[in-house]
């Protein structure tokens, strides 16, 4: 089953509560188990079993109506499942439980760019950027720039890239959009620059292959040897590879 392309925070394994609010030892104890479910369905959604994970979430509900985490994890669900009404509805639900939640926006932002609602995955992101607890906005402005990238507005997208990097300098989808964006205007050492964190960082074929592109530009071939035999040994039979050694020029 294909994901959603972007980056989508689950956000329910652990997840501590935005806000504090006073419980019955009943309650405690309900939304505990609630808590529970919730992170045994974000285990399987990880793994792909999708049928188990509806039925952790929807225990979870059962067992705590007002759990916010739970609803996210079954838009999740739904969403994967391609059941998009039943996806929006609860992720609808999750925010109208806790409209702070940033994990969740950031899920529903993902979840509704996948289907090209483009400028309201947007709001999402922008949203959930405000909360000054969020533990990765950089995640979110990720997100609203490779979205907006879908619909051609490239200045919205390389500003929302700018301050995705800013907010975390070693995204390595952020530093190659954004560093894609820049080669592709012909601001090659400008790209460079933005790229060189994700090159030390576990680089993906995507990001080795515009980093030997761009040194091929620039001249180092040191650099370029380098990449390339990363991009070779790493990922033998990816279409970066491929292209490699079919000698594709660097424009």
Not at 128 to 133: E, F, W
Not at 202 to 211: R, Y
Request: charged content about 20%; aromatic content about 8%.
């Amino acid at each position: 089953m294909k994901r959603w392309l972007m980056v989508v925070l689950i956000g329910l394994a652990g997840c501590a509560e935005q806000q504090a609010q006073p419980y019955s030892a009943g309650e405690t104890s309900a939304r505990e188990r609630a808590r529970v479910h919730t992170e045994l369905g974000a285990g399987y959604f990880a793994q792909n079993q999708m049928a188990i994970a509806l039925e952790e979430f929807t225990e979870a509900i059962r067992i705590d109506g007002s759990y916010a985490m739970a609803y996210n994890g079954l838009g999740l669900v739904y969403g994967a499942l391609r059941e998009d009404a039943k996806a929006d509805s609860n992720f609808k639900r999750a925010l109208q439980i806790e409209p702070n939640n940033s994990e969740s926006r950031n899920n529903y932002g993902s979840f509704l760019c996948s289907r090209n609602r483009i400028d309201e995955s947007i709001v999402q992101f922008t949203e959930a950027v405000k909360n000054p607890l969020y533990a990765t906005p950089g995640v979110a402005y990720m997100n609203a720039g490779i979205c907006a990238l879908k619909k051609k507005d490239e200045k919205s997208a390389e500003g929302y890239l700018e301050k995705a990097l800013q907010a975390q300098p070693l995204l390595q989808t952020a530093a190659y959009q954004l560093a894609t964006i820049q080669f592709n205007r012909g601001q090659v050492g400008i790209a460079r620059n933005t790229l060189k964190n994700a090159l030390v960082n576990n680089p993906g074929p995507d990001t080795l292959w515009l980093g030997i592109r761009i040194e091929r530009i620039l001249g180092d071939r040191d650099a370029e040897a380098s990449y390339a035999l990363l991009l070779r040994k790493k990922y033998p039979n990816s279409e970066q590879t491929k292209a490699l050694l079919s000698g594709q020029q660097a424009q």
